[in-house]
């Protein structure tokens, strides 16, 4: 098992071009584009880190520096306690699964997996290991070894994929959304298979996905990035009950929380939409005149027949996996002299039994212990 270890990494990419035109007239100093700012990260040993973020948030450019396939300009990568940062990423031994599978396609599945023993004539290997690597990758895969990767189907690519970077036996096991390629079904089904091989081998992993619901099945903890930063790092628990900032508590969490900004006044605070009191918890904190953002959760909200806020149903869309349907609902405009124009959309996520109609007229009640407060300008959780 390995612990990995990454300590202030930096990476801007520089601007390539044939100098016909020059971007830096057009963009100055930030013609670079900063891919990676400062991060700090441990993955665990034998821990499986779930790596979460929009796209281009820097993801894949951190996994292809643990690798090594590329330096960072600045910061370094430890495994368990060695400066790895200018180690050649052959020896590194790192099993990497893309979502292109990146087979070579003139080779047959099992040549794929025998290659780097014949490359460094370890060939009487190559029997007892291939042996292994069928067992642990279960059922059926004796069947694809003898094919060509133009006859697998993407989910067998995929399983051969695995299985090469398996075979190899190594530290540490970086995926990048290797289950896009999938559909639906098989994406569930090859996820449990990944689960367990993670669970049985604790090889020391990092799986990146745009699918919070994979990341949360298979990673210990997750590690929410942001444009090239590290904006949170713990379980998911952690994370959706206490995001650190707006972005965290906006980005975790399906459908997403709801915001509303507000002002601190005289006895609470003021929103476009509505009224809160101080919460005795947060008081303490608030300095009159204050931004702040409240957040809460569409399952955070109860529709009734009676409640503090009015609101009117514009659309449902039912939930059908998850027995629920989650509405929007319009909260009215106030007037002008109240603050308006308000008129906010809040999702609401409702159980399915719950009968509702567009333009029915609802009431909405925030469960007080599940409001989330963020200083609007920094963005930051404020309690
Ligand atoms: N070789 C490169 N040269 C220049 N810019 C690059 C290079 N590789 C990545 N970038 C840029 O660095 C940023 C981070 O890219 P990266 O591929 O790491 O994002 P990502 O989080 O993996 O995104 P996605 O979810 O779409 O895969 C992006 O703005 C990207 O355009
Ligand atoms: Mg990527």
């Given at each position: 098992m390995t612990q990995v270890r990454l300590e202030n990494v930096t990476k801007i990419f520089p601007i390539e071009g044939r100098g016909l035109v020059s971007i830096r007239e057009f963009l100055g100093d930030k013609a670079g584009i900063k891919a990676l700012d400062r991060v700090n990260l441990l993955i665990r040993h034998g821990e499986t880190m779930g790596l979460i973020g929009p796209t281009a948030c820097g993801k894949t450019t951190l996994l292809r520096v643990i690798a090594g396939l590329i330096a960072p300009d600045e910061g370094a990568v430890y495994f368990d306690g060695q400066d790895v940062t200018r180690m050649p990423p052959r020896e590194r031994n790192i099993g990497m699964v893309f979502q292109s599978y990146a087979l070579y396609p003139h080779l047959t599945s099992l040549e794929n997996l025998a290659f780097p023993f014949v490359v460094q004539q370890r060939g009487e290997e190559i029997p007892e290991r291939v042996r292994v690597t069928s067992q642990i990758m279960g059922l059926g895969f004796d069947k694809l070894l003898g094919r060509l990767p133009r006859?697998?189907?993407?989910?067998?690519?995929?399983?051969?994929?695995?299985?090469?970077?398996?075979?190899?036996?190594?530290?540490?096991?970086?995926?990048?959304e290797p289950l896009s390629n999938l559909d639906a079904k098989l994406r569930v089904q090859t996820?449990?298979?990944?689960?367990?091989?993670?669970?049985?081998?604790?090889?020391?992993?990092?799986?990146?996905?745009?699918?919070?619901?994979?990341?949360?099945?298979?990673?210990?903890?997750?590690?929410?990035?942001?444009?090239?930063?590290?904006?949170?790092?713990?379980t998911h628990a952690e994370i959706?009950?206490?995001?650190?900032?707006?972005?965290?508590?906006g980005f975790v969490g399906t459908p997403a929380?709801?915001?509303?900004?507000?002002?601190?006044?005289?006895?609470?605070?003021?929103?476009?939409?509505?009224?809160?009191p101080f919460l005795p918890r947060l008081k303490s904190r608030l300095r009159p005149g204050q931004e702040v953002i409240?957040?809460?959760?569409?399952?955070?909200?109860?529709?009734?027949?009676?409640?503090?806020?009015?609101?009117?149903?514009?659309?449902?869309q039912p939930w059908v996996t998850e027995r629920a349907q989650i509405i929007h609902a319009r909260l009215p405009p106030v007037p002008p002299n109240f603050g308006g124009p308000g008129?906010?959309?809040?999702?609401?996520?409702?159980?399915?039994?719950?009968?509702?109609?567009?333009?029915?007229?609802?009431?909405?009640?925030?469960?007080?212990?599940?409001?989330?407060?963020?200083?609007?300008?920094t963005g930051k959780r404020l309690r």
């Open positions: 006859t697998l189907s993407v989910g067998e690519k995929q399983r051969v994929a695995v299985g090469r970077c398996i075979i190899r036996e190594p530290r540490v096991f970086l995926f990048d996820r449990v298979e990944i689960k367990k091989l993670l669970r049985r081998f604790r090889i020391t992993s990092i799986y990146t996905t745009h699918d919070q619901t994979e990341a949360i099945a298979l990673a210990e903890r997750l590690a929410v990035m942001n444009e090239g930063r590290i904006e949170q790092v713990g959706y009950n206490w995001p650190v900032n707006v972005f965290v508590a929380m709801n915001f509303f900004q507000g002002r601190v006044e005289d006895g609470g605070l003021r929103f476009a939409d509505f009224s809160l409240l957040g809460i959760r569409p399952e955070h909200i109860a529709i009734g027949a009676e409640g503090p806020l009015r609101a009117r149903v514009e659309e449902i008129g906010n959309i809040c999702v609401v996520r409702t159980g399915a039994e719950v009968t509702l109609r567009p333009g029915d007229s609802v009431w909405l009640r925030f469960d007080e212990e599940r409001l989330h407060f963020f200083d609007a300008q």
